[in-house]
């Protein structure tokens, strides 16, 4: 690679290479606007630069060749324009067109996300899922809104999952007891189902069937998926039986608790309401500000899938359990129904495998000697759950 001031009169002296396909020459007036010269001499101006992290170049034109927006021929001046403005783009971390490109045409962005904000009402979808997309696509995305979708790429943004979980449950467990009764149970209620936070919060006990130990989510994420029956495990069943007795004492004053199984009294104390507020924060007596003492309830949703996949139960089941949609499907996933006895399994399974990680266990040196004989010791373990 060399570096020239590019003018017209060093773009011409230009040799085309002999030893090498083609020739990089990088203008030492504008950092990242060059020249590549190919074995037959044609030169064609182009620009580097970074975006987002990620380099990238980007072809403007070959010179004395027209351009596609107006006819004129590419010369360095017209060329060292344009590499300006596409330097700058990225710069802002946007991804430009190369000047050159085919003009692509089609709906744009802001049409698309007219026609899907439809199709959502049409499906049923919540007021608050359609009013995020309808708020946020235009926050992000507010300079490609009137760009056609055909030449938007992915390369702006890659999405990098959340796999935060809680991993030492034990002292999670035990600040959790700190929490007020509804708030505990509530956080309970998240790690032993993989529930999502707005679900759990709305859920009612009209939802509850105590007869079959089973929660119906009537309308799940996503309005074009149906309602289902989610086993529930026993942990949860005794927890549900006290919170009803609690709810009845606490909010008896209030009318009762107006159906929510957690409940909360409005910021006007004059309401009972699904809990509003799901995150857990103490005030730092250091600094007096609000800070997080517990993971959000989603956190407890990748740990209970966690939990379930170390404890060996299936994708498939899986991802009923959490009311997952399938990312892609094979003819198996489509033919597979799970009846409730077997996912009542699963859950079970996934109980025990929790608690199993919330009570602490004591060191085998510190443990006290067993006074059953040893044919008893070799015995059959109870179950923790």
Known sequence: MATIRLTEKTLAALAAPTDAPQAYN?????????????????????????????????????????RASDGHAW?????????????????????PVSPSAPRVTGPTLRRGLELHVANMRKRGCSDRSIDTIASEVPRLL?????????????????????RERVDDLVPWWALVQT????????????????????AARNTRWADVDEERGALVVPKPKGGERKAFTLPLPRTLIDMLAKRRAGNLDEFGPYGGDGGWIFPSISRDGERVQPLAE???????????????????LHTLRRTYLSVAAEAGIGEIDRHVLANHAFGRQDVNSTYIAQAFPHLAECQAK??????????????????APSKRPAAARRGKRESVV
Request: net charge positive.
């Open 26 to 66: 990088w203008d030492t007036e504008l950092r990242g606007f060059g020249v590549v010269v190919g074995r037959s001499g044609q030169r064609t101006f182009v620009v580097r630069g970074r975006t987002n992290g990620e380099q990238r170049k980007i072809k403007i034109g070959i010179a004395n060749a027209p």
């Open 75 to 95: 010369t360095v001046l017209l060329a060292r324009i344009e590499a300006r403005k596409l330097l700058g783009q990225m710069a802002e971390g946007k991804a």
């Open 142 to 162: 507010g300079d490609r809104m009137d760009r056609p979708m055909a030449e938007l790429t992915g390369a702006r943004n890659r999405y990098v999952p959340n």
């Open 179 to 198: 929490l007020s009764p509804v708030r505990r149970d509530l956080q309970t209620f998240c790690l032993f189902t993989g529930m999502r936070s707005e």
């Open 278 to 296: 799901p995150k857990e924060y103490r005030t730092d007596p250091a600094t007096k500000k609000k800070v997080a003492i517990l993971p959000g």
């Open 350 to 367: 996934i109980e025990a495998a929790l608690w199993s990680r919330l009570t602490p266990t004591t060191p085998p040196a510190a443990a």
